[in-house]
């Protein structure tokens, strides 16, 4: 069964789109997957459907700015005026509409990339109604945030907020390109090494990748990393919410490793029960690799069930 459900944005300006993916059977719980960065929840299709047939319902949407809400309400890369928190509290209130559907069901997060950063500042609020949190490709300290909000400031400052400038992107991300030893042709090198996930990535109609994201955006953004940093961070999560972590080890997001054990291990210092996984010689979507997504869903499914 699919339902697809549209509610308002707490950016009180558009509407997201969402879908909840239903198996014909007794389900054993709910995972609300939140995708990351200039691209779409259906990227993740594989993924939904082997969580289907574990039992899982799957919840997915296209955050605002991206894939069918943008193309819904014509605001590509532009994520509206609210604030860094506009995607973890839009993935609130798609969750209380799960939960009216679907009610006392042990409810997950997974979160890659950005979903990973909007999954972290989603337990540090909502954490006491989540059975666990998944972090996958998830940051440790990003490099260059400091130095590029200020910049982003500047601009904002100047009336430059809602236009694109893509020298923050590059100045903010352009590193990343740094082990990719093809180049960086297509601008997406770095997700994965396999010629055909960048292909598909760059071509996807649905992908706002490749879409300016405006200026004050950009800086939600950093902001949505640089709130969840640290102990502090960490400290405000439930102590009793189980979390995976999981990410490629040549994944220059999660700063090929370091990153995620920071998170990891920002997590274990505040007593939390944390385990993490990196997968050797893989980059970001570790999910998208033909020779290990099938490996990354059984990691993932086992995981969850032993916390059903």
Known sequence: ????????????RDQVTGWVYVPACEPEGVVQLIHGFGEHSRRYFHMIVALMDAGFIVAADDHVGHGATAI??????????????????????FKDLVCEKYPDLPYFLFGHSMGSMIARDFSAKYGDELAGAVYCGTTGIFKNTHEVRAKLDEAIAAGKGHESDPAFVGELMGWMFARCEEGASLGNEWICHDPSVQKDHAEDPFDAFTHPTHNVSLRD??????????????AKV????PVLCVAGDQDPVGNYGEGVYQCANWLADTGHEVTTKLY???RHEI???DDLKFEVEEDLISWLMMHL
């Open 1 to 12: 069964m699919l339902h697809e459900i549209s509610f308002p944005s707490s950016n009180d």
């Open 72 to 93: 819904a309400n014509g605001t590509w890369g532009d994520w509206g005026d609210a604030g860094p928190h506009t995607m973890m509290e839009d993935e609130k209130r």
């Open 238 to 241: 439930p102590a009793d919410l």
């Open 287 to 289: 999910h998208n690799y």
């Open 221 to 234: 953004f950093i902001d949505m990393m640089l709130c969840i940093e640290g102990t502090e961070w960490a």
């Open 280 to 282: 050797t010689g893989y």
